[in-house]
């Protein structure tokens, strides 16, 4: 019952994005590469999206936390990965499986002395406060060690390739094929590991869980490391074109709420799909919308999916 | 005057049966803490002042805040943009018709509760509880930022300027820089605010609102109009903070779009209401006294270091991290906010 | 009546507490006095903390190197001391920290970068009747309020837009280069509208045709490659750019992916193109970028022995922003220095009237104010990034190595 | 004439049929057990009589009145007022100020409120807790405090579900004893309950279901003797 509703939910968006692209096409009054470039583009920028969203899916749709620490964790595993390839010379992308583990043992921490002291909390007050301050903390720690001037981390595999006629970043399409990999690999620990079902029963019911002796506050901990881990990820593969500074992760603490609502809580497929539908719904927008325009079409139907189907597209009923 | 003197011990003594005892409480501290507020500005230094201001802007807002998310139960993640209507409405019609600030306050205020009712309707109506509501608000502040960004009446980014007069005038409300009007009428104004508080929350409509936010299905059951009692405090909270911006515009004489719904306006008016204690009278006051200052005392501390932390001078970020940590750890300890904490530590 | 007593309670104690904070205030007119206090707001902490932190350290060391060389002379030899203050990047942070400043006892402010920052700030100052020598904001509206204690040394919006199209203009002449068509890319608002504005109507006197404009949002650009393609479905023969140093930085990214048939890419008071990190954060993609913009001035002697001693004091190379601090600083000391009086009100009629040659940027001529408190010599160079560096290459008095236009050969 | 009629009322979740055609009609001042094994539809019956929930089909008619699909508030209004089987009470409040949120119904004046929310309290034999904090009480003063509530409202039907429920013998006779002084008072009663010794001393007609269908009513007596009752019923529970 389920599967065909998701099925049918999928099949619909996929449907609403080819028809709107192929719209775009023959009534849009572009010139068709352009399009096409367009949509590359949408596509590789949803792949960024995706990455950041992947962690939060986690944090919110299992812990709850409204996790505005979110971009300012990925400012911090960007320099991570910067510190480790500018002091030991490294390969950006080793670096990143370095730096996920980092992340994963700062998300544990950050679960286990603060946040799950606030977990019988029934507001959502005093977590949301813990993660803003969380969040200047970590930025204006960066900006303490590192100053607050743009650094970079050079890609190895600097260039660009033609798709379809369109040119699309290697870095970038690395990123991309990260989003994926990420996405099925903890689709893979959710679903047939322990620690995954552990997380799926307690996020389905915490103290049912309980009950049957599993430790909530350990896969809490667990949870928000695993996270934090996919936010490593993403830091380390969005560093090589990304402007280092200590906010450079704060534009992408928003959309990512978006997309996570958007594709439902805790739902690693809905944050892929949602990731990827925000990023072309933005950069397609941006060929008609100027300026601000394509976000507030971004955050207008991020109102519209909260009233109609608060639980995202990949949310079972409540 | 013989009249008015037999009929005012009546009148009080009515009054005082209908007031309960813990309003008539309250009103009392109020009265007393508005005193001795009055007489601050002569103690502290002149440097303290636009801190003690900005403090009571803040305190506006999270009494404001804390009638709709404290006592109405309902999570604003978005009270920017209630902040940003008065603040705007205010501006606009300045400059626009030059319309006094005093009326500008009042229109926006208006304006800001219609919004804000609207909007909550919208949310109540979809049934959006908990970090859903929070988030939609928080949107709908994003939606009314980037709307502003691309209005050209609101001067789009640019934001909207108070002319500068060559005179102090009451109606336009602009004093000289420093003049100790900018603190007493915040002051006052943030004392109607709790006077307001008090009254809802000891009315008929707050204990609805309240028995709401507890359980409403059991305020249902009551014979509750629960949709009428939510979008009461709403109304009221919005009207509130949007005060907080009209005065906002008048003291800097400048508002732009972030300065209206940035994010952080939004967090200002909840972080004071939290440290302080939610959905209590006096927790939103206490709040703001305390976060107000705190990241001015702690740049202060850290312009001037004591010789053994010497080295820490000049380091751009310490200040705000020192407050971030602060901040943190206000939260994870203090789980009611300081009143709320004390109070119940007062009750046991 | 017990309003009354308050209101002359009040009244009184801020009468006190002025005429108590104000150390260096009472000393006007010639006096002799120990040190002057200055007081600089930049933002030190949020996202603009990098830039932020070079131009204090540039306030730092002009005040330092007055210092040094004898302080102010016709007060006695004063020294000068620098307040500083921490904007954070915030309008309502800047205000109260300039009431800060001013009631410690600064005679004059600098500050902010920002054109919202600035603009309260310049409210404060005009309000506390306290010069403000603004270094870097570029919004010609801040001196539009007919404010007569706010000072601008770097050129507005509309002089930088229209003198940028006006070097583009003369640059293609100068090589022969044909420049018909060009297509504007800048970011959302005042900044981005007004040059973009500016640059249209100089551009389209002389005949040139703005193809197309196209905008994005600066709260939220991760990828340029969209707008760079929209930019180049116009076909133009230049591409011009106005926005931050992020966003550059991605637009010169995509241009160098998409490797399109235009002579160049033309930045106008741009936060990247001529930031001296900027060929290192690009690598291949800011080679032969073109930026019209204020500039300090890379051909003067005393500008190289600053930024040497700058760069070897923090480590970090001094950037235009950080040198107009510098210059703000040089500006007050300049007025003090001829007026002989710490009182704010004669210190403003000093920068009003001053004339300060040899200045530290590429400048017309001596920092001069009109009567907005516009520096009317203030002008644009054009620079580009030619083997890793930026140069300065137009107009050619000035000129550190010959501009290269086309910029591409492809 | 019947105070109270339900006319095919019917309510399905999905594919599950909670309520299926109840037909039933009370009398004024009539005292109506009903009983039935976990399941059997009483509260769903007992919701959709209160406004919670609507019902898929059927009519609700109140005093001549058609009251299908009216909001809960407004059926409280008009003198339908339930309890709730898991106790809801406004916990940031006193036990006092909870009783008089329903007395404002009625009664605009605050101080009028809380005298007439006293009276209630003192009658359900709260007195000694009137300015407790409502979420400090035990179970039995909570069963009392919606009791409470509910008369506050001065209701004309009372829905009462399960307020002997988690009770031990002891606590349950005083209450017996003011449900008995209720009723006599004039308000008519459907009584969902468990403890059978209750039902029967209370109830003037019982009604049993059973999977959402009325099994049987009638006189209590009677319908206890019922094979199928005994089957439906005893068999599960005992």
Known sequence: MLTTERGRIVLGLFAITVLGIAAVYLFGGKDSNLVTQTVVTGLLLGGVYVLVSLGLTLIFGVLGIVNFAQGAMLAMAMYLVYFMVSSAGINPYLAVVLSAPIMFGFGWLVQSTLMNRLITDVGHSRPLLVTLGLSLLISNTLLMIFGGRPLNVPSPYAGSVQILGAIADVPRIIAFVGAVIVAGGLIVILRKSPLGLAIRAVAANGTGASLVGVNVKRIYAMTFGLGAASVGVAGGLLAPFTSLVPSAGDQFTTLAFVIVVLGGLGSVPGALVGGIFIGLLQTVGSLFLPGSGPLLLVFGMFVLVLFLRPQGLFGANK | MTALGVAAPER??????????????????????????????LVVPESALPVAIRTLVFAIMAVGWNLMSGYGGMFSFGHAAFFGVGAYTNAYLLTAFGVSPWIGMIVGAGLSAGVGVLIAYLCLKYKLAGSYFALATFAFAQMFLLVTLNMEFLNKSEGINIPLLPEESWSM?????????????????????????????????????????????????LGIKVMKYRLIPVALSCAVTAVAGA???????????????????????????????????????????????????????????????????????????????????????????IYGTIRERRRK | MKKHTLVVVAVAVALGMSGCSGTSNVAAGGDSVDSVTIGSIHPLSGSLSGVGGLMNAGAKMAVADINEAGGIESLGGATLVLNEGDSQGKAEIGQSEAQRLISEGAVALIGTYQSDVTQNVASVAERAKVPLVIDVAVDDKILEQGYSYSFRIQPDATSMGASGARSLIAMGEATGTEIDTVAYIHIEGAFGGSVFEAFKTEAEATGITVADEITYSGANFSDATTQVTQALASDPDVIVVTGYFPDNLLIAEAVNALKPDIKAVFGIASGAYDDNSF???????????????????????RVADIRTRFEAANGESMETASMLSYQAVEVIAAALEESGSVDPEVLRDAISALSLTDPLLEFNGPIEFDENGQNINATVVVMQVQDGAVEQVFPTEIATKEAILPAFSR | ??????????????????????????????????????????????????????????????????ITGWSADRVASVGLVRTFQLMRPFESMTVLENVAIASHNKIRSIPKARDHAADVIDRVGLGTYKDA??????TAGLKRLELARALALEPRVLLLDEVLAGLVPTERAPIIDLLREIHQDGVTVLFVEHIMAAVLALSERLLVMHEGQQLALGVPADVIQDVAVVDAYLGEDY
């Open chain 4, 133 to 138: 904090m409502s979420g400090t009480l035990p």
């Open chain 2, 12 to 41: 009080l003594a009515d009054l005082k049966r209908r007031l309960p005892t813990g309003a008539r409480l309250h009103f009392s501290v109020l009265a007393l803490v508005l005193v001795v507020m009055a007489f601050l500005p």
């Open chain 4, 1 to 66: 004439m019947s105070l109270l009629v339900l006319d095919g009322l019917s309510k399905s979740f999905g594919g599950l049929v909670a309520l299926g055609n109840v037909n039933l009609e009370i009398a004024d001042r009539e005292y109506l057990g009903i009983i039935g094994p976990n399941g059997a539809g009483k509260t769903t019956l007992l919701s959709v009589l209160a406004g919670q929930l609507r019902p898929t089909s059927g009519k609700i008619v109140f005093d001549g009145q058609d």
């Open chain 2, 173 to 221: 409300l602009q004093f000289d820089q420093g003049s100790l009007y900018y603190y007493w009428i915040p002051l006052v104004l943030l004392g109607v605010a709790v006077a307001v508080s008090i009254s809802f929350v000891y009315s008929r409509p707050g204990q609805f609102a309240q028995a709401i936010r507890d359980d409403p299905t059991a305020a249902e059951s």
């Open chain 3, 279 to 301: 060929p290192a954060a690009a690598g291949e993609a800011a080679s032969n970028i073109l930026s019209a913009n204020y500039h300090y001035s890379a051909t003067s002697d």
């Open chain 2, 247 to 337: 005065f906002y515009t008048q003291y800097y004489l400048f508002i732009g779009p972030d300065q209206a719904f940035g994010l952080h306006v939004s967090t200002d008016a909840i972080i004071p209401a939290v440290i302080g204690g939610i959905g209590t009278i006096w927790g939103p006051l206490i709040g703001a006294a305390v976060i107000g200052p705190l990241s001015a005392v702690v740049a202060g501390f850290l312009r001037d270091p004591p010789p053994f932390l010497e080295f820490l001078y000049g380091t751009s970020g310490l200040d705000i991290a020192i407050y971030a940590i602060l901040l943190i750890l206000i939260v994870v300890f203090l789980p009611k906010g």
